[in-house]
């Protein structure tokens, strides 16, 4: 891959790159997802096992990323045809798919979104997560190889944290579940240290002077 194009890929922080393409549902561009949470992913093939249980998989729970306020877009370098064909066998095995998947056979999407891993594959996608919000910003960016599928657990996980950290001001600690306690800002100066004292009559669980819980109220 060029330097350039690697510099550009995206990262945390930074605008979703734009684009334009078709999917097994009519073209999508980028900018139709403004005002919503998007999760785009990407899969390596069509018909292919560990694929259809993640879709499928991703499909029997598009309630929960609905309730959630999340959009899901799928990708991958086969054709609108394959995707449409592929997605009738999943709809046969119970498990109908409402959402869109890009069928991006120049590769020109995945290109952008660094989802090719030549080491891994050079003319598949790598089975990457990008979580962008509604400003249509990168929140977080997940990437798994082609043997290991995706647990819808861990997204609704990563997008519940995103989305409690926004509302609360808060940030989430490890194996953190929604119901659990949140982690209150740390000090920003000597000034604002408290004791343990003063941290237990706010209603924190006091564990040392930066780390401080809370319920998530
Ligand atoms: C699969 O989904 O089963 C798969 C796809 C590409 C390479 C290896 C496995």
Redesign the pocket.
Known sequence: MAEEEIRSLPRIGEPAPDFEAPTSRGPVKLSDYNGKWLMLFSH??DF????TTEISAFARRYGEFQARGVELLGLSVDSVHSHIAWTRDMAEMGAPVPFPIIADLDMSVARRYGMIHPNESAT?TVRAVFFIDPKGIVRAILYYP??LGRSVDELLRVIDGLQTADRLGVSTPADWRPGSEVIVPAPKSAAEVETPEEARAKGYTYHTWYLRTKPQG
């Open positions: 390596p093939a292919t096992p560990v694929c598949a082609m043997s």
